[in-house]
């Protein structure tokens, strides 16, 4: 956990995260990077931490990464991101050009909106034993004569 802090929001930041979840690691590598002071709170989702009565409050999509910044609590991991490096680094890691942010938002939106879902509905069924075959595998055996 780094040095840097900016001045109006003495109290560190506070990540609420799940080491195994793929957006939790990417605001927890971001953190990282920028070299800021922060307070990680492990949220088991496998064990329902993500569902308490306290979470929920925080959080009521029960998802993880959390991240709160004083008052401002942000829900998803690439606002989170984004929101870290304008915030703490502005202008070095997330352009202030509206052009050239336009290109990382796009690679952001499709991460999110097409490619990690997509990327789900293979993989976690099979990490998480209900499946022994990606589902697009069991289709493609099954059209063979």
């Known amino acids: 956990m780094g040095s840097v802090k900016k001045e109006r929001n003495m109290a560190p930041l506070e990540f609420h995260g799940f ?13 990282d990077l920028l070299d800021l002071d922060y307070q990680f709170v492990n949220v088991n ?24 910044d004083g008052k401002l609590v942000i829900t998803e991991s690439r606002a989170a991101i984004t929101y870290l490096c304008s915030e703490y680094k502005s202008g070095q890691l997330y352009p202030a050009d509206p052009e050239k942010r336009s290109q990382i938002d796009q690679r952001l939106f499709f991460n999110i909106g097409t490619f990690y879902k997509r990327f789900g ?13 990606i589902e697009e595998e069991r289709k493609m055996h099954s059209r063979k004569p």
Not at 19 to 31: E, F, G, K, Q, Y
Not at 45 to 68: A, F
């Open 19 to 31: 080491s195994v979840s793929p957006p939790s690691r990417a605001v927890h590598m971001t953190l």
């Open 45 to 68: 989702v496998l064990e329902g931490d993500n569902k308490t009565s306290e979470y929920l409050s925080m959080n009521p999509q029960h998802t993880v990464p959390v991240l709160v």
């Open 121 to 133: 509905d293979c993989v976690y069924p099979v990490c998480f034993g209900k499946s022994k075959i």
